[in-house]
């Protein structure tokens, strides 16, 4: 007997939506929007918009303003530099953990994901190499057996993703991204746990200093010349 799909509720469809608009600019950094609006053009009744919209502001992707409606929220240094010392604080000990005890064949999808990453470069295909990005990094989070650090890291990313916020063709090329990956997946399926964690912490810092670099450029805000100095990450 087969087995039937899972069903999609309203508001995940809802939040689903608002999401993707969210992070493809469609609905734009600071503008303003009421939940009676978004629930008209979405053909849906308030309470699943109102349900999203809650999800969203908790991933730090709006902010409700009383009596007003929903600000879509912009990135900023700050934004970028908490984010990426929860992931530092989450991933890292991921990767050390995966090279320890993923299984054989979390090993085997590891190596196919980072491969995947490749075709995407070839074909200089973002959105695809982006979808591909977080698979690998889920995947790694995911050897711990614990869903809701994956959905964290998840939510995470979503803040810096928000309004096209990527180094990708900005700040290094789309191979470079692609060609820091491989070592991490490299360390890990050699059981290396010093190394997959030393090489995700490289990563994660390079990723961060450019991001902030690049947003500071946008908003006049200063980016830090050196950082984490005072992040330690257990491994």
Known sequence: MMSMPPRVSTTDRVHAQLREEIMTGQLAGGSLHSIYGLAERLGVSRTPVRDAVLRLADAGMVTIERNRGVRIRGVGVHDIREVFEARLL????????????????????????????TGAVDHHDEREFTRLD???????VLSTGNERLAELVDSLRDTTQA???STIDRSRSIRDVQVEHVPIVEAIVARNADAAAALMRDH???TALLLMRQVAAGTGETAPDAWPSHLVTVE
């Open 90 to 117: 989450l991933e890292v000990p991921a990767a050390a953990h995966a090279a320890r005890h993923g299984s054989e064949q979390l090993l085997r999808e590891l190596t196919e994901r980072v491969e995947a990453l």
């Open 134 to 140: 977080r698979d690998l990094h889920r995947a790694i």
């Open 163 to 165: 309004h096209g916020v």
């Open 204 to 206: 994660l810092v390079t």
